[in-house]
T-cell receptor
């Protein structure tokens, strides 16, 4: 099955700096890679996702890059703000023509943005 | 957007009792729902895939007789933790897609504490 590794497990940055979180996956057939932000005791919230036919995607201060050959993808947050502090999870799955494709999550990264 | 409702949000029960958690898709039909478990400071681990009208598919190491899943309709899946023990205390989250290829939508989660 799929195995997703995520690094670092904790990340502390100064407000305004950039933060980068990296993930690797094992299943070359995976073609969908979402990133979730989870605040303490709450549900994971999708912040950005990328499919395997795209190498990079950006949404305001958040960007994700994908290297299919190396089987790794990264989340980039620029101009970090204290409200960006949370746990971030990467995930991978195969997306086919049905809805029954499960996600495999990385171990999570606790991001702390210091004011 | 698609909404997944989970109930209850928290429950405290005594060891040996059973607890039922409901997961509803409010504005879409979900033939497949997923149940995850999350221990403190850890990632989301898939427990089982719930399939409407058929048996759930359990991940390795998850006891199907202990974690009973029923997906009787296209909008409701239930997870029953039978004979709960303190080690079952965790955050249980359900999720579903509103269509093939769409992002996964999560319920708010249920924090189970077994005393």
């Amino acid at each position: 099955g799929e195995n997703v590794e995520q690094h670092p497990s904790t990340l502390s940055v100064q407000e305004g700096d950039s933060a980068v979180i990296k993930c690797t996956y094992s299943d070359s057939a995976s073609n969908y890679f979402p990133w979730y932000k989870q605040e303490l005791g709450k549900r994971p919230q999708l912040i950005i996702d990328i499919r395997s036919n795209v190498g990079e995607k950006k949404d305001q201060r958040i960007a994700v890059t994908l290297n299919k050959t190396a089987k790794h993808f990264s989340l980039h947050i620029t101009e970090t703000q204290p409200e960006d502090s949370a746990v971030y999870f990467c995930a991978a799955s195969r997306q086919h023509h049905n809805a029954g494709n499960m996600l495999t999550f990385g171990g999570g990264t606790r991001l702390m943005v210091k004011p | 957007g698609a909404v997944v409702s989970q109930h209850p949000s928290w429950v405290i029960c005594k060891s040996g009792t059973s607890v039922k958690i409901e997961c509803r898709s409010l504005d879409f039909q979900a033939t497949t729902m997923f149940w995850y478990r999350q221990f403190p400071k850890q990632s989301l681990m898939l427990m089982a895939t719930s399939n409407e009208g058929s048996k759930a598919t359990y991940e390795q190491g998850v006891e199907k007789d202990k974690f009973l899943i029923n997906h009787a309709s296209l909008t409701l899946s239930t997870l029953t933790v039978t004979s709960a023990h303190p080690e079952d205390s965790s955050f249980y989250i359900c999720s579903a897609r509103d269509s093939p290829g769409s992002p996964l939508h999560f319920g708010n989660g249920t924090r189970l504490t077994v005393t």
